[in-house]
């Protein structure tokens, strides 16, 4: 019994009680004649009301009722002193989550993890070397840090190293590299050589500088076909020449693409659940775990804190129907624009036809774009 809550010694406690009887005004009076303070009092039904009082008058209360062969029953509890009581009962649990969010923090303030990007001639491990020559390994101190005093050793030690950033995330040092380009070498090449189409098309002008013409206006080439061959002279008097010169063609690209004229679309409703957790080598403990009981939500994560967020947002879905026509002429401007992104300045754009036809919910449209450039190249 030692160590249980002695109830008379608390006085700073206070009990909503439910008192039934069938001579309640006698015993509201009995109360007020002992001296027993009762305070907001509500009648439920005929026999049966609620009152506030200390806690202290408990067992005055419930030997009344026992005298007068009522029921009683606390329906609500405020105070320390209840705080006190579940403190009590679970003074182990509670120990143990401040050791544990005192553990995780002081683990927070060190790096443990290193990762590192970089491009194709310069491998992490090389990177990492650096790192721990300049004292800088998993297990650091995050005040000892300086990320451009950092930047700048890397530089300095690796002259393959053109640009470096270093940046602290969460527990992580994040470095990535860029390298040292060389300038390419200029090689002037003035053996004989043919020069060949690089795509298909049909010819329309021929401008050589060196080198004989195989090919005349209106024809068809194929791609590798010799166009330009690599002497000059009379017949009987010929001699070798590196060919050069342009050899302008016409050029058909074509793209066909399906496209719904029905789609669905997802909105977010507002209505959302967020929970909370900390991410210990990789494995997740939750400070806030609701339920999703969403059908269908869109899921966003907040990781750049120590305490990271998952967010899960209602989404309704709703059937949307779009216009032919409006189908036609943006599908049409998309295949144009991917045709044309790897076009170069000397590609002249000289006719577009699109086409299009409408089989069910499906939109069927073809662009062909005709152009005119140069398809003269060294044969290799």
């Known amino acids: 019994m030692g160590n249980k809550f002695n109830f008379k010694e608390y006085k700073n406690g206070t009990i909503t009680v439910q008192l039934q009887s069938k001579e309640i005004e006698r015993i509201i009076n009995v109360m007020w004649s002992h001296g027993i303070v009762i305070k907001n009092i509500k009648r439920n039904s005929i026999n049966v009301i609620t009152f506030?009082?200390?806690?202290?008058?408990?067992?005055?209360?419930?030997?009344?009722?026992?005298?007068?062969?009522?029921?009683?029953?606390?329906?609500?509890?405020?105070?320390?002193?209840?705080?006190?009581?579940?403190?009590?009962?679970?003074?182990?649990?509670?120990?143990?989550?401040?050791?544990?969010?005192?553990?995780?923090s002081y683990l927070s303030?060190?790096?443990?993890?290193?990762?590192?990007?970089?491009?194709?001639?310069?491998?992490?491990?090389?990177?990492?070397?650096e790192l721990k020559n300049i004292g800088i390994a998993p297990g650091i101190n995050k005040k000892n840090i300086n990320v451009y005093d950092i930047?700048?050793?890397?530089?300095?030690?690796?002259?393959?190293?053109?640009?470096?950033?270093?940046?602290?995330?969460?527990?992580k040092l994040k470095v990535t590299a860029t390298e040292r380009q060389s300038p390419p070498e200029v090689i002037n090449d003035d053996s004989p050589c043919n020069l060949v189409a690089k795509k298909d098309g049909q010819i329309v002008r021929i401008y050589t500088k060196a080198g004989t013409a195989v090919v005349k206006q209106g024809d068809i080439v194929r791609k590798g076909q010799l166009i330009v061959k690599g002497e000059q002279g009379n017949e009987g008097s010929t001699y070798q020449v590196h060919a050069s010169g342009s050899v302008i063609a016409k050029i058909y690209y074509e793209e066909t693409r399906e496209v719904p004229l029905s789609r669905t679309e997802k909105n977010r409703t507002g209505n959302k659940i967020v929970n909370y957790y900390i991410?210990?080598?990789?494995?997740?403990?939750?400070?806030?775990?609701?339920l999703n009981k969403f059908a269908k939500y869109d899921k966003i994560e907040e990781n750049d804190n120590f305490i990271k967020k998952e967010i899960y947002c209602e989404v309704k879905e709703k059937n949307i129907k779009t216009d032919p026509k409006v189908a036609v002429n943006q599908t049409a401007d998309a295949i144009y624009?991917?045709?044309?992104?790897?076009?170069?300045?000397?590609?002249?754009?000289?006719?577009?036809?699109?086409?299009?036809?409408?089989?069910?919910?499906?939109?069927?449209?073809?662009?062909?774009?005709?152009?005119?450039?140069?398809i003269a190249e060294t044969a290799k």
């Open 109 to 129: 303030n060190y790096i443990w993890g290193i990762d590192i990007t970089t491009e194709k001639n310069i491998a992490p491990y090389e990177i990492r070397d």
């Open 52 to 104: 506030d009082t200390s806690f202290n008058n408990y067992y005055k209360v419930k030997e009344l009722a026992t005298r007068t062969k009522s029921k009683i029953k606390i329906i609500n509890r405020r105070g320390m002193i209840f705080l006190k009581m579940k403190l009590k009962n679970r003074i182990a649990m509670v120990l143990g989550i401040f050791i544990f969010i005192g553990i995780i």
């Open 337 to 374: 624009q991917n045709l044309v992104i790897n076009f170069n300045k000397s590609v002249n754009i000289i006719d577009k036809v699109v086409e299009s036809s409408v089989q069910g919910n499906m939109c069927k449209v073809r662009v062909l774009v005709t152009t005119e450039e140069d």
């Open 151 to 171: 930047e700048e050793k890397l530089k300095t030690n690796n002259e393959n190293i053109m640009w470096v950033r270093v940046r602290i995330q969460g527990s």
């Open 279 to 290: 991410s210990i080598f990789g494995k997740k403990f939750y400070l806030k775990n609701s």
